[in-house]
């Protein structure tokens, strides 16, 4: 597996960002280079969390060597506070970076698949907003939304519009710019759900969401797969009795949520061994599916 740390300039950010790949291109197969394709590679665009870095996907969890049994390309970006959404109010296009120049660029450096069912959006928690907000803005390049733990905060956004709340409005314009225009916009994800239902021809992505029972963000995510069914989005859900908010869990379930979009058997070569212990935590039957 090669691990590359890739500093590029941002037409859409005006300025350098940084983000780490992974390429299944040097597998071993004992002292040997394994058989396997050579690309193009499915891509998982996977996002960190609130205060994180495009690193902590790496020190904090073993998706590397997942990734590498299901011969899946990662790509990392690095995401300030986390919430890649786009802001033409004060000229901020995160969101285009993250769903379309991003795309484009690591596509031509790397040899990764064009293909929308090759293509997933991924991420924890405030991360798990981003992914959910630009795939559906652009269901016809990702095929494939991976939400963990999901920050949704509409309706704070909204409580906090009707507070009027300096210290409130403070806090989540932060994020999101102007909160008096969220509700409605393509900031919102009900709104964006909603056209899907007036635009049935739309191609819609699929959905893998996992949240832990003693998460305090529980109920929004259960809320949110509701919203998706009743649109007729196709939805995996595993509501675990174990698991908090926090990086054991995501370690765990971003395996299984990697079998999920890549499902086989967990060997990255042809050796007589047994991986299925690098997914720890794979969803038991007896836990609660949505």
């Not at 795939?135 to 494939?144: C, M, V």
């Not at 797969?225 to 698991?243: H, N, Q, R, S």
Request: aromatic share 12%; net charge negative.
């Amino acid at each position: 597996m090669a691990l590359l740390r890739v500093d590029f300039y941002s037409h859409y950010l005006e300025r350098n960002v940084v983000l780490t790949v992974v390429i299944p291109a040097d597998k071993m197969d004992g002292d040997k280079l394994a058989k396997r394709r050579r690309g193009p590679y499915r891509t998982v665009y996977l996002l960190h969390g609130l205060f994180g870095r495009d690193v902590d996907w790496i020190d904090k969890t073993h998706v590397v060597e997942t990734a590498e049994a299901r011969d899946i390309a990662l790509v990392m970006p690095s995401g300030e506070d986390g919430l890649y959404l786009n802001k033409p109010e004060i000229n901020e296009w995160h969101g285009k970076f993250i769903s379309e120049e991003l795309v484009d660029f690591t596509r031509r450096l790397f040899p990764l698949s064009a293909k929308r069912e090759d293509t997933a959006l991924a991420g924890i928690s405030i991360g798990a907003y981003t992914a959910l907000i630009n795939g559906l803005l652009r269901p016809d390049r990702f095929g494939s939304i991976i939400i963990l733990s999901g920050a949704f905060m509409r309706d704070r956004v909204l409580d906090a519009v009707q507070s009027h709340s300096p210290r409130k409005r403070k806090y989540y314009e932060r994020f999101f710019g102007d909160i008096d225009t969220v509700i409605g916009s393509d900031k919102d994800y009900v709104a964006l759900i909603d056209k899907f239902r007036e635009n049935p021809d739309l191609p819609k992505p699929r959905f893998y969401s996992a949240c832990g029972l003693h998460d305090n963000l529980c109920q929004n995510n259960r809320d949110l797969v509701k919203l998706l069914k009743d649109a007729d989005f196709d939805v995996t859900y595993w509501e675990p009795d174990i698991g908090a908010h926090e990086w054991p869990f995501w370690n765990a379930w971003i395996d299984c949520a990697l079998d999920w979009y890549a499902p086989g058997p967990m060997r990255p070569s042809s050796a007589d061994v047994d991986y299925s212990a690098l997914t720890k935590l794979r969803a038991p039957d007896q836990q609660q599916q949505g």
